[in-house]
């Protein structure tokens, strides 16, 4: 295989670590914890939008836009009824990550209760030829994958830089109580996060499901990808986490050129220790005084 290819491979790859990514890096900056379940949301995104657009017929383009929006939902029913119990009794953040594995899963194990352990495919029709550049084939849907991946994280990017509710994460980010005095609710900044980072998650898992087929167990790998891309680009940053998703997509990718595959997860990881040993900060990270996972 050409090596533009494998780099081509790992860009796509990437844009989808960005995605998960930035929806993780956005709600780790507000609520200051890791939110494992983020993963389980990807996977609620791909299901709904199958059910959208194979079960009941749907237009693929609005079907898009309602299962993000849905999984924006329970990404802020997740919040509402798990997470904010525990803020308001101050829990440490060691009891937010063990209700985020719970939450993670109850809700893979309920899309397998409802759509059984079958693998399903949104493909239809026959498998088109695709684009030749640079020495490597690109498809039309991995071509959309890139344009709306890449749309997603500068709008988010964008959405948090320029407007006031963005100002308001930022500030809600650096400091909560702060941010309390001048007059900002975090709990309506924290509960916005939701939203729009489950929004991205299940936005990604829509995207991915358009190339790769959906399993309930699909988010385990959505999550561990998009911690590692946060932690290499530095956690919480958004665009450290839109460049680490995309170092890990292609570090990955070129790893395999010479060896097997199966290596890639590996691969992975080995890029998450040396980073946590040598950099633990990210590339574009702020570290601030006492913050723990």
């Known amino acids: 295989m050409h090596t533009m290819q ?6 796509i790859a990437g844009s989808m670590y960005s995605l998960v990514a930035v929806g993780f890096a956005l709600i780790y900056q507000t609520g200051r914890f890791f939110h494992f379940a983020h993963g389980v949301v990807y996977a609620t995104g791909a299901y709904l939008a199958y059910t959208l657009v194979i079960s009941l017929d749907i237009n693929p383009v ?3 836009f309602l299962a993000a929006a849905l999984a924006g939902v329970v990404g802020v029913g997740i919040d509402r009824f798990v997470y904010k119990p525990f803020r ?11 209700a985020s594995f719970g939450i993670f899963i109850f ?6 209760l409802i759509y059984g352990a079958q693998i399903l495919t ?17 498809t039309n849907i991995q071509i959309l994958i890139l344009v709306v991946s890449a749309a997603l994280c500068l709008g988010l990017w ?9 100002k308001a994460m930022r500030a809600v980010a650096d400091d909560r109580i702060a941010a309390s005095v001048v007059g900002i609710n975090p709990e309506r900044i924290i509960l916005a996060a939701f939203a729009i980072g489950s929004a991205l998650a299940g936005a990604a898992g829509i995207l991915i499901s358009l190339e790769t087929n959906i399993k309930p167990t699909m988010g385990m790998n959505a999550i561990l990808k998009g911690i590692i891309a946060s932690i290499i680009g530095g956690i919480g940053s958004i665009p450290g986490a839109m460049f680490g998703g995309l170092f890990l997509g ?12 199966g290596w890639k997860d590996c691969i992975a990881f080995v890029i998450l220790i040396v980073f946590l040993l040598f950099r633990p900060g990210g590339i574009m990270g702020v570290k601030s005084e006492g913050e723990r996972l």
Not at 6 to 11: E, S, T, V
Not at 158 to 166: Q, S
């Open 88 to 98: 308001k009794q101050k829990a440490p953040n060691l009891v937010f990550l063990i």
């Open 250 to 261: 292609i570090a990955e990718n070129l790893g395999i050129w010479k060896i097997s595959a």
């Open 62 to 64: 609005a079907s898009f």
């Open 6 to 11: 494998f780099i081509l491979n790992g860009i």
């Open 158 to 166: 964008l959405f948090v830089k320029r407007t006031k509710l963005g």
């Open 122 to 138: 949104m493909r239809t029709g026959s498998v088109k030829e695709g684009h030749h550049f640079l020495g490597a084939v690109i």
């Open 107 to 112: 809700i893979q194990n309920l899309l397998q």
